[in-house]
């Protein structure tokens, strides 16, 4: 059931029907997945695992006509990803359209298939920002993790050209048992590298990298002691001037609570698969949800009438410990692909919060951290090859 189709268990949609609105914002984030291509085959990857099965890609004039009914749903901002998005050659025409229409646009890259003539075309188009994501500090860590052996030469270049462009400097670096450690090494390369903005982000464990839990989650104490470094650092960077924004974000298995995902299901973020699902969330295609599809529906209708953006608006859907938590206006029973994923249901409550009844699965899984070897060799990587075996079953 993850290409979205009904599954057995969850034969009918019990909550929402069909022309059914229920309260809801406006889609003010777009995220544009232009394509499952990558030439990287990172272990911790968001998209589907049988993402190599799905459909052809939206062409060029139907992603602009989802861009042009987004902004008058109320889309401000339009990111650009993937797999890699570099790999679509109407990728100009792409970002120039979107500005042409308003949008607040941003490229979420890994760098590789970037130059600088590209960049330059971008930034003419229109293009407001960059954000190259990078596997770690060290060359043999990030080329292992990468699957490429060119990749981290390539990525550093690129960022410094994105620097030197005038875009925003914002360099994304996923942590993980296997970088957390030398996260002293990583803030310094972004200093080296005069990042305005660094998300230091311990992977979340969706697609890829729910398969990859075991060997990517880090101890409790990795966690605190990059924390704490990266406190050191933020002080020592202030007392310098140095303007660098360090972000430092923990991965939910530490919470005791659930983030309130997605701000809220179907409130302000919309994601549109490279053939054209809409999905409230990037996760959600797995969910045993229909999701209606950019070349047959109106965004509009989408967005306010299908069932599978009104399925968990609201709280009708919930069950007990969230239904009468006073904490639910603010978490919206925290994640339910995590929930799906981890407990079957995506009706449970998110097994983060401490209140659930499946928690333990998660104290599990802190619990297996601290036995844990590292060892690449047992990373099951995102490629198309993998994809296939697993789409078959
Ligand atoms: Fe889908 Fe959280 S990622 S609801």
């Not at 607040?104 to 960049?119: A, D, F, P, Q």
């Not at 928690?359 to 690449?376: P, Y």
Request: charged content about 25%; aromatic content about 10%.
């Amino acid at each position: 059931a993850s290409n979205g189709s009904p599954c057995s268990a969850h034969p009918q949609l019990p909550i929402a029907e069909y022309g059914i609105e229920k309260p809801h914002g406006r889609p003010l984030w777009l995220l544009a997945e232009l394509t499952y291509k990558c030439p990287l085959q990172c272990p911790y990857c968001s998209n589907p695992l049988d993402f190599a099965d799905f459909g052809s890609e939206l062409t060029t004039q139907q992603w602009l006509d989802v861009f042009a009914q987004g902004r008058e749903l109320g889309a401000v901002q339009l990111g650009f990803s993937g797999g890699e998005p570099l790999v679509r050659q109407d990728l100009i025409e792409l970002i120039g359209g979107a500005h042409e229409m308003g949008y607040y646009t941003n490229l979420i890259t890994s760098g590789v298939g970037l130059n600088e003539r590209k960049m330059a075309e971008f930034h003419k188009a229109g293009l407001d920002h960059i954000q190259v994501s990078f596997q770690a500090s060290d060359e043999s860590v990030n080329n292992m993790l990468a699957g490429s052996k060119k990749a981290f030469a390539q990525k550093l270049k690129m960022a410094r050209e994105v620097k030197a462009q005038g875009y925003p400097m914002v360099l994304n670096f996923v942590t993980h048992r296997h970088n957390i450690d030398r996260i002293d090494r990583i803030i310094e390369l972004c200093v080296e590298l005069e990042a305005d903005y660094v998300e230091l982000a311990t992977c979340q464990y969706y697609g890829w990298a729910f398969e990859n839990v075991e060997q990517l989650l880090p101890t409790r104490a990795q966690l605190e002691r990059a924390e704490a470094v990266t406190n050191e650092y933020r002080g020592k960077l202030a007392a310098e001037g140095n303007p660098i924004k360090l972000i430092f974000v923990t991965p939910d298995y530490y919470e005791e609570r659930p983030k309130g995902c997605m701000n809220g299901w179907g409130q302000v973020f919309l994601t549109v698969t490279p053939d054209g699902k809409a999905l409230p969330c990037h996760s959600a295609r797995m969910l045993p949800i229909e999701f209606p599809n950019v070349a047959e529906t109106s965004l509009e209708e989408i967005w306010s009438k299908s069932p599978g953006f009104n399925y968990f608006r609201g709280d009708d859907w919930m069950k007990e410990p969230c239904r009468s938590c006073d904490e639910k206006d603010k978490d919206f029973g925290g994640c339910h692909c995590q929930a799906y994923m981890m407990t079957g249901d995506m009706h449970n409550a998110d097994p983060v919060c401490g209140k659930s009844q499946h928690h333990g699965l998660i104290v599990d899984a802190r619990d297996r951290a601290e036995q844990v070897i590292n060892n690449s060799e047992d990373f099951l990587f995102r490629n198309e090859r993998n994809s296939r075996i697993i789409a078959k079953g």
